[in-house]
T-cell receptor
């Protein structure tokens, strides 16, 4: 079946602009995660959605970052007033249930110039 | 102390040898553990999950779990150059409000032909 999809695959934006990154999880997966990975670094947890529960936003680095998940499926990560340090690969993952095996999308490479 | 720790490497092994990747975790209540492989420029892909003490084998891969020592390992037999990648260990941390998978920083493996 179809895996996790993310769009766009690459995004170049100017400093100060807002960007939206999209994640479409595997059908039926109730949990959805966003991570950030800078070059040569590990995964940095950003936010986690589980079903209809309030999301775990503990990893969001600043109030410029927000995310929503509509209808328990597609999720959008929004970064406002982008900064150069926001440049990274943004990865989305989904799992069938809370705490289960996570399956990652191909990521969105964000470059802020 | 990080919740999930791994030796960052790089770990170099000759082709055909056994590669041993180690991981320790701090939350004694963790019940589920996962190993992911990440090729350079790609997103992580799940290799194995393990939930019970002992060994779990899947092809050339064997995961080992010792909850008393809070230790998880991944053995790769007959290592191939195509196994060269970063290997991420993850542990499920259970909390009263939600469960959360915590990733280690990863170990870089290089298999030398």
């Amino acid at each position: 079946g179809a895996g996790v999809s993310q769009s766009p695959s690459n995004k170049v934006t100017e400093k100060g602009k807002d960007v939206e990154l999209r994640c479409d999880p595997i059908s039926g997966h109730t949990a959805l995660y966003w991570y950030r990975q800078s070059l040569g670094q590990g995964l940095e947890f950003l936010i986690y959605f589980q079903g209809n529960s309030a999301p775990d936003k503990s990893g969001l680095p600043s109030d410029r970052f927000s995310a929503e998940r509509t209808g328990g499926s597609v999720s959008t990560l929004t970064i406002q007033r982008t900064q150069q340090e926001d440049s990274a690969v943004y990865l989305c993952a989904s799992s069938l249930q809370e705490g289960g095996e996570q399956y990652f999308g191909p990521g969105t490479r964000l470059t802020v110039t | 102390q990080k919740e999930v720790e791994q030796n960052s490497g790089p770990l170099s092994v000759p082709e055909g040898a056994i590669a041993s990747l180690n991981c320790t975790y701090s939350d004694r209540g963790s019940q589920s553990f996962f190993w992911y492989r990440q090729y350079s420029g790609k997103s992580p892909e799940l290799i194995m999950s393990i939930y019970s003490n002992g060994d779990k084998e899947d092809g050339r891969f064997t995961a080992q779990l010792n909850k008393a020592s809070q230790y998880v390992s991944l053995l790769i037999r007959d290592s191939q150059p195509s196994d060269s990648a970063t290997y991420l260990c993850a542990a499920l941390r259970r909390k009263t409000s939600y469960d959360k998978v915590i990733f280690g920083p990863g170990t870089s493996l290089s298999v030398i032909p």
